[in-house]
């Protein structure tokens, strides 16, 4: 048993009262010693459920990133700055899952892109980015980082995959099932980056006070640039279905957005930040609302990817525009959405997109790795 773990686990799991949130430097301290397996599997799980039912705050996630980013795996870095997409770590059990149509798309364009994640994962067990890429003949289980960093480092994709990289993590994951509830772990993984360098970090929620938390944590940590995405069942997904609320701190992208007129001051210098800007999108206004994809299978979703990239019109298709043009204005490759729009409608129907996969499954198949 660890003694520091049971001091930490007491202040955050006192009670309403007189419970107290943890500092940065502690909450660093209290993922550490989990990693670690230095705290035993009582204190690790009394320290996850309390966690949860207090919420962790901006700085605590700050916190639990210096851990993994102190014990975990790390992409080196490399010329351009990548986009690091965040999604649940716990899959999608309801609409189909836009981001590796998304990561090739921007790959494709030029611009680099870094993913995460595990296998199935509770407390959804839905459909995991992992088994999405094995169905398109690139099973990033296999590969080691070192691989890994090589696949990103020449073709621009990489994924860091939690069984394979970061084996501590991935022994956290049996606390999920066990608590029967998501840990404040699954909040702070939408933003890790495993990457050293500068990136635009792209995280996906569901409800608005989790926004709030991610850019404190972002404040704490010296991220300058992210995107948050009040998206489809909390990935980086926008939504046909409805309006896209968006939040961009890019300051080396400023835009001419009209601010959310519903945005007041807040007395918090971290949210009042002058960089931050609110983009409210309606998908009617561009052609692209409709019904979101409904998820059925594995087979029937890699069926469904596999006519996008034959430049097949169908939902699905207006899914991958809408997403894949928004990120391409986003990285900086076009100027503004419609043309993002126009551009990754011709990389699609010209069959880049189709290529470049093609390309980085020959990177796998033909012995480049080994």
Known sequence: MSDRFRDLLRQVGSGTHTSEALTRSQAAEAMRLMLLEEATPAQIGAFLIAHRIRRPTGEELAGMLDAYEEIGPQLQSVTSAPFVLGCPYDGRSRTAPMAPLTALILVTAGVQVILHGGQRMPTKEGIPLIEVWQGLGLDWSKLSLAQVQKVFAELGLGFVYLPQ?????????SYRREIGKRPPLATMELIWKPYLGQATVVCGYVHPPTETMFREAFHWRGVKDFITVKGLEGSCDLPR????????????????????????????????????????????????????????????????????LKGQSSEFMKATLWNGGFYLWRSGVCQDLESGLSSVESLITEGKVQAKLQEIQNYFFNGDLK
């Open 165 to 173: 990289h970061f084996l501590a993590a991935e022994k956290l994951v």
């Open 241 to 308: 279905d409805r309006t896209c609320i968006i939040g961009l701190h890019q300051p080396g992208q400023q835009t001419q957005i009209v601010k959310d007129p519903t945005k007041i001051l807040t007395k918090n210098p971290i949210l009042d930040d002058v960089f931050f800007e609110r983009l409210l999108l309606h998908p009617r206004d561009y052609g692209f609302d409709g019904r979101e994809v409904t998820l059925s299978s594995t087979p029937i979703l890699i069926e469904q990817i596999q006519t996008v």
